[in-house]
C-alpha cells in the first residue's frame, strides 16, 4: 500500500513538474501586402544615425534606420551601412561624439576629438562598397535627394557634402535616389525636409524665407518637386514604403534649453545693469519704447535686434534663444546681459512663425505626395508634440528636455538610441496599420540613452 | 525576542506567490490536499489558522503538527502585441512553514500557539528585463506568531481566538533610467522589516451529527516599514541626488480574510469539506515610498495598486483507505483582486485554479506523516500597468509538494 501511494505521488509529481514551464505562444510577424526583401533607408541625418553632434559607429547601428531594418529582416546583411570605423566618430565640424563631462560641478555636454580624416581623406571612404541600404546623409534637405552634385569633391569645400561623398557609388554622378535605386528595393522609408527648415532656425533665423541656400527655408515648389520625383522614381520597380513628416523645430531642446527669461542676477548685478543701460532707457522713453529694468532673480535677456529702432531689446516670452549661445551666456561675452545676445542665436516672434508656416506646408506636401503614392506617413511631428508633455514607456518617462529627457542626445537636435527607437515605434505601427503587417515593435529601454559620468 | 527574529530570518528563506495577491494558502499539509478547506472542520491544533473556534473540539490532551512546502513556481511575460519579446521569471524556490501545539487546560478550554507564514511574496524577474523600472526582484516574507484560546460553550458550539503578533520583512529592487558612461544602469535596493499585529477568531457549531459549519475571520494585519533601507547606484556624478544611507518609510496590508467553511461525513470513510473564503483586498490601495531625504530628482513615490475584495471557493475531500492510511483530494478557484489597468509584475495577479491531492500515513495511532501536492494553474491574462505604460500577457503556475507530522497523545 505504501509503494503504491508513493508510486502515486511520484507519478503526479513527474506530471506536474513537466508541464511547469507557464507556456506562451510565440508571436510570429506578418508581412501583410508588403515585402520586406530589400529594404532601404533614404534621409537626413535622423536616417544616418547621426547622434551626440557626430556620426559614429555606435550611433549607426542604433539609429532610427537600423532599428527598423533589424526590425523588418533577421536575415544576415540584411542592412549594410557605409559604417564608420568602431570607436570613431565625425561631426559636421570635425568634431567627434559628445559627452557629458563634469565642468565647475555642472554637467556639460563637451565634444570628443572626432576623426575628420574619415571625410577628408579619400582613403578612407568606402564608394567601393556601395550601393549602400542606408542612405541617410546629414545636412541634406529635400533637393538635395536628386542632386548629383552632393557628392562632388571637385565643387571644393562647403559645396559638397561629404558625409554623401564618402559612401556614393559615384561621387559627383550618383544621386541618393539612384544609389538607393541600384538596390533595387522592396520597400524604402523616405523622411527628409527636417533640413528644409532646421537649417534656418539653426541660423537664427538668418536665412531666406522661400530660397535654396544653405540658411535658407526651401521654396514650397523646389519641396514638392522633389519629394514627389524622388517617390516617383523609388516606386518605379514597384517598391513600397512609408514616409515619415518633419516635427516644428520648437519640439528640439536646442531651441528650448535656454528659457528666455535665464539671466538670473543677484541685487548687485541688477544694479549694474541698471546702470549700465540708464542711456538706452533714456533713449527709449524718448522714443515711447519700453525700457530694460532689471531686478534681482529671473530676467529676460538682452537681444540684438537690427530691424528695432534701437537696435537692441529684451527677448520677449515667446521667442527662442538657441542652445548654441550657452557658452556666450556664461563666458566673458556676457551674452545677453551686458552685450546684446547676437541676431542668429535667438529665433524671433516672426521667424518662429515662419518656421511654424513652412513645418506644416512641407507637411501637407508630404501627406499629398504620400497619398498620390499610397504609402502611410509617419506623425513625427504630432509624436514629439506628444513627447513635450511626456511619454511613459515601460515604466520610463520620456521628454524632450535636454540632456535628462532621454529623447534627444547630447546635441540637443538628434535622438539617442532611445529617442531613435520610440519613432521607429511610430514608422513600425504605421506599417503595419497600412500593409496590415504585423513587424515587431522595438523595446525602447534596451537600447542606448544619454550616458552620465 | 532577538534571536527570534533571527532564527525566523534563516528559516524563511523565501515565500513564493502562491494565492492571489500575495497571499499563501499552505498552512497544513491535511487542508491542502483537500484544497485548502477547513474553516468547518476539526482539524486539531491546525485549527489555530483555519478556525480557532474549533480547537476547542480537540479530542486528544496534546496535538502538535508541523511542516513544510517546497514551492517551483514560474511566470512568463509575453510583451503587448507585436513585439517577440518573452520574458521568464527565475523565482527562487519558496519555503513556507507552519507549526501548531495545542493542549487542553480542562474539558472546555484549550491553548496554544501556532507559527505560519499566510503571506509572501518572492519573484526574480532579472536585472536587465523589459520591465526592470517597475521591479526586478522582489521578496516579501511574513510570520505570524499566534497564541490562541479557545472555548466549548455547549459540546456542538465552541468559539476560539488568538492574538497574531506578526514579523514582516521586505526586500525588492528597481532599476533606475540612468546610465553610466560604461553603460550601466542604476538601480534602487528598498529593504526593512517590522512587527505588527492582528487577530484570528472563530465559532464551530454542528448542528447536526454528520454536518458542522465553522466561520472565521482573520483581521488585517498592516506591515508598515519605517526606516527601511534605500539604496541608491547611480553615475557618479548624480550621487549628490541620491543621498547614501537615505530611508523609506512604506505600508503594505495583509487583507482580513472572512471564512464560511461547512463539513459533510458523507459515510464513515468520506469526508466533504467546502470553504467560502472572502478576502478584503480593497486595503491595498497603494504601495508609496516616503523617502526621508528628497531632493530635486528623488521624490516620494507613490503607485496606485487598487485591489478589489475577491471569494475564493474550495472544496474538498477526505477518503480513509484504511486504518492508517487516509488519502484526499480537492480543488478551488481563486479570483483575483487585481483589476483591469493595474497589473503589475510585482504581483501578477490572474485568476487561479488549484488541483491538490494528499494523504496521510498513521504510523502509530499517534504519529501520522502527512503529504500533499499542489498545482496551481494561472489563467493567461492580457494586461498590464496603466501608470507605467507596461502591457503584456501573463502567464503562472506552481507546483507545490509538502510534508508534515502531526503527534497527538
Given at each position: 500500500m505504501k509503494l503504491q501511494v508513493l508510486k502515486y505521488f511520484t507519478l503526479l509529481g513527474v506530471l506536474a513538474l513537466w508541464q511547469c514551464e507557464a507556456k506562451l505562444d510565440e508571436f510570429k510577424p506578418e508581412n501583410g501586402s508588403a515585402d520586406f526583401t530589400t529594404f532601404v533607408a533614404i534621409g537626413d541625418s535622423y536616417t544616418s544615425g547621426y547622434t551626440d553632434g557626430?556620426?559614429?559607429?555606435a550611433g549607426q547601428k542604433n539609429g532610427f534606420s537600423a532599428i527598423l531594418?533589424?526590425?523588418?529582416?533577421?536575415?544576415?546583411?540584411?542592412?549594410?551601412?557605409?559604417?564608420?570605423?568602431?570607436?570613431?566618430?565625425?561631426?559636421?565640424?570635425?568634431?567627434?561624439?559628445?559627452?557629458?563631462?563634469?565642468?565647475?560641478?555642472?554637467?556639460?555636454?563637451?565634444?570628443?576629438?572626432?576623426?575628420?580624416?574619415?571625410?577628408?581623406?579619400?582613403?578612407?571612404?568606402?564608394?567601393?562598397?556601395?550601393?549602400?541600404?542606408?542612405?541617410?546623409?546629414?545636412?541634406?534637405?529635400?533637393?538635395?535627394?536628386?542632386?548629383?552634385?552632393?557628392?562632388?569633391?571637385?565643387?571644393?569645400?562647403g559645396a559638397f557634402n561629404p558625409f554623401y561623398t564618402r559612401f556614393a557609388s559615384v561621387p559627383g554622378t550618383s544621386t541618393m535616389v539612384s544609389d538607393a535605386i541600384l538596390k533595387n528595393p522592396t520597400f524604402f522609408?523616405?523622411?527628409?525636409?527636417?533640413?528644409?527648415?532646421?537649417?534656418?532656425?539653426?541660423?537664427?533665423?538668418?536665412?531666406?524665407?522661400?530660397?535654396?541656400?544653405?540658411?535658407?527655408?526651401t521654396d514650397e515648389a523646389t519641396f514638392t518637386y522633389s519629394i514627389n520625383k524622388a517617390l516617383a522614381e523609388l516606386t518605379s520597380g514597384k517598391a513600397k514604403g512609408v514616409l515619415g513628416n518633419i516635427p516644428d523645430v520648437k519640439s528640439l531642446p536646442y531651441f528650448n534649453y535656454i528659457a528666455y527669461d535665464g539671466l538670473e542676477l543677484d541685487a548687485e548685478k541688477a544694479a549694474m545693469l541698471n546702470a549700465g543701460y540708464e542711456q538706452y532707457n533714456q533713449m527709449a522713453e524718448a522714443n515711447g519704447l519700453p525700457q530694460m529694468i532689471f531686478?534681482?532673480?529671473?530676467?529676460?535677456?538682452?537681444?540684438?535686434d537690427s530691424s528695432y529702432p534701437l537696435h537692441m531689446r529684451q527677448i520677449k516670452e515667446d521667442e527662442k534663444v538657441l542652445l548654441s549661445a550657452s557658452t556666450g551666456i556664461l563666458g566673458e561675452a556676457g551674452w545677453g546681459s551686458k552685450e546684446p545676445m547676437p541676431e542668429d542665436q535667438v529665433l524671433s516672434s516672426e521667424e518662429l512663425a515662419a518656421i511654424k508656416d513652412a513645418t506644416t506646408r512641407f507637411n501637407t506636401i508630404i501627406a499629398g505626395a504620400a497619398s498620390q503614392y499610397e504609402?502611410?506617413?509617419?506623425?513625427?511631428?504630432?509624436?514629439?508634440?506628444?513627447?513635450?508633455?511626456g511619454l511613459v514607456i515601460d515604466g520610463n518617462l520620456y521628454t524632450t528636455v535636454f540632456v535628462t529627457g532621454g529623447i534627444f542626445s547630447l546635441d540637443g537636435i538628434h535622438t539617442s538610441g532611445r529617442g531613435s527607437a520610440v519613432i521607429t515605434n511610430r514608422f513600425i505601427e504605421k506599417i503595419n496599420k497600412h500593409y496590415g503587417a504585423t513587424v515587431p515593435l522595438v523595446n525602447v529601454n534596451d537600447y542606448p540613452g544619454v550616458e552620465f559620468p | 525576542m532577538k534571536k527570534t527574529l533571527l532564527i525566523c530570518f534563516l528559516v524563511l528563506h523565501q515565500v513564493a506567490l502562491k494565492a492571489e495577491g500575495y497571499q499563501v494558502n499552505l498552512q497544513s499539509q491535511r487542508q491542502i490536499g483537500m484544497g485548502h478547506t477547513g474553516t468547518g472542520l476539526l482539524l486539531g491544533a491546525s485549527s489555530m489558522h483555519f478556525n480557532p473556534g474549533a480547537l476547542a473540539q480537540m479530542s486528544s490532551k496534546y496535538d502538535f503538527s508541523g511542516g513544510a512546502n517546497v514551492i517551483f513556481s514560474h511566470n512568463t511575460f509575453q510583451k503587448q502585441s507585436p513585439s517577440l519579446y518573452q520574458a521568464e521569471s527565475d523565482n527562487p524556490v519558496g519555503t513556507p512553514f507552519y507549526f501548531y501545539g495545542a493542549g487542553k487546560v480542562s474539558d472546555k478550554l484549550v491553548v496554544g500557539l501556532s507559527v505560519t507564514t499566510p503571506y509572501g511574496n518572492s519573484l526574480k524577474w532579472g536585472d536587465d528585463w523589459d520591465g526592470r523600472y517597475l521591479i526586478q526582484d522582489i521578496s516579501l516574507k511574513a510570520i505570524f506568531f499566534q497564541p490562541t484560546v479557545s472555548y466549548k460553550i455547549v459540546d456542538n458550539l465552541s468559539v476560539g481566538a488568538?492574538?497574531?503578533?506578526?514579523?514582516?520583512?521586505?526586500?525588492?529592487?528597481?532599476?533606475l533610467p540612468l546610465t553610466d558612461q560604461n553603460g550601466n544602469e542604476g538601480s534602487v535596493h528598498l529593504s526593512g522589516n517590522t512587527m505588527s499585529y492582528g487577530f484570528n477568531a472563530g465559532v464551530y457549531y454542528k448542528p447536526v451529527t454528520d454536518l458542522s459549519i465553522g466561520v472565521n475571520y482573520r483581521s488585517k494585519v498592516v506591515m508598515k516599514v519605517e526606516g527601511g533601507d534605500a539604496i541608491f547606484n547611480v553615475p557618479a556624478s548624480l550621487s549628490g541626488n541620491f543621498p547614501k544611507n537615505n530611508k523609506f518609510t512604506a505600508e503594505l496590508p495583509m487583507p482580513a480574510n472572512l471564512t464560511l467553511g461547512l463539513g459533510w461525513q458523507v459515510s464513515e470513510k468520506m469526508l466533504l469539506a467546502a470553504d467560502f473564503q472572502y478576502v478584503f483586498w480593497s486595503a491595498y490601495e497603494d504601495l508609496s515610498f516616503d523617502f526621508e531625504q528628497n531632493t530635486e530628482t528623488l521624490y516620494d513615490s507613490y503607485n496606485p495598486r487598487n485591489f478589489e475584495n475577491s471569494m475564493v471557493y474550495r472544496l474538498g475531500a477526505e477518503y480513509e483507505l484504511s486504518k492508517s492510511i487516509n488519502l484526499r483530494a480537492g480543488i478551488y478557484y481563486d479570483e483575483t483582486p487585481?483589476?483591469?489597468?493595474?497589473?503589475?509584475?510585482?504581483?501578477?495577479?490572474?485568476?487561479?485554479?488549484?488541483?491538490?491531492?494528499?494523504?496521510?500515513?498513521?504510523?502509530?495511532?499517534?504519529l501520522s506523516i502527512d503529504a500533499s501536492v499542489l498545482y496551481i494553474h494561472g489563467e493567461d491574462r492580457e494586461d498590464g500597468y496603466q501608470p507605467a505604460n507596461f502591457y503584456g500577457t501573463y502567464a503562472s503556475n506552481a507546483f507545490i509538494p509538502g510534508i508534515g507530522v502531526s503527534y497527538s497523545f
Open positions: 557626430a556620426l559614429s559607429n531594418a533589424h526590425q523588418l529582416s533577421t536575415t544576415e546583411n540584411y542592412y549594410d551601412q557605409p559604417f564608420i570605423p568602431e570607436g570613431m566618430s565625425v561631426g559636421g565640424n570635425g568634431n567627434g561624439s559628445y559627452k557629458l563631462v563634469v565642468l565647475n560641478k555642472s554637467l556639460v555636454p563637451f565634444p570628443t576629438k572626432g576623426n575628420p580624416e574619415l571625410l577628408s581623406d579619400p582613403s578612407n571612404w568606402v564608394n567601393g562598397q556601395a550601393p549602400f541600404n542606408n542612405i541617410g546623409v546629414p545636412g541634406v534637405k529635400s533637393f538635395h535627394l536628386l542632386a548629383p552634385e552632393l557628392g562632388d569633391y571637385t565643387l571644393g569645400e522609408s523616405l523622411w527628409v525636409g527636417g533640413n528644409d527648415v532646421l537649417q534656418y532656425a539653426l541660423a537664427g533665423g538668418n536665412g531666406v524665407v522661400g530660397g535654396t541656400g544653405i540658411n535658407d527655408i531686478s534681482e532673480g529671473r530676467n529676460a535677456f538682452v537681444i540684438a504609402l502611410p506617413v509617419a506623425d513625427i511631428n504630432q509624436l514629439l508634440i506628444e513627447a513635450e508633455k | 488568538g492574538f497574531v503578533v506578526t514579523y514582516g520583512d521586505v526586500n525588492m529592487s528597481k532599476a487585481i483589476q483591469e489597468g493595474y497589473l503589475t509584475p510585482e504581483t501578477p495577479g490572474t485568476n487561479k485554479i488549484g488541483m491538490s491531492a494528499g494523504a496521510s500515513w498513521y504510523v502509530t495511532e499517534k
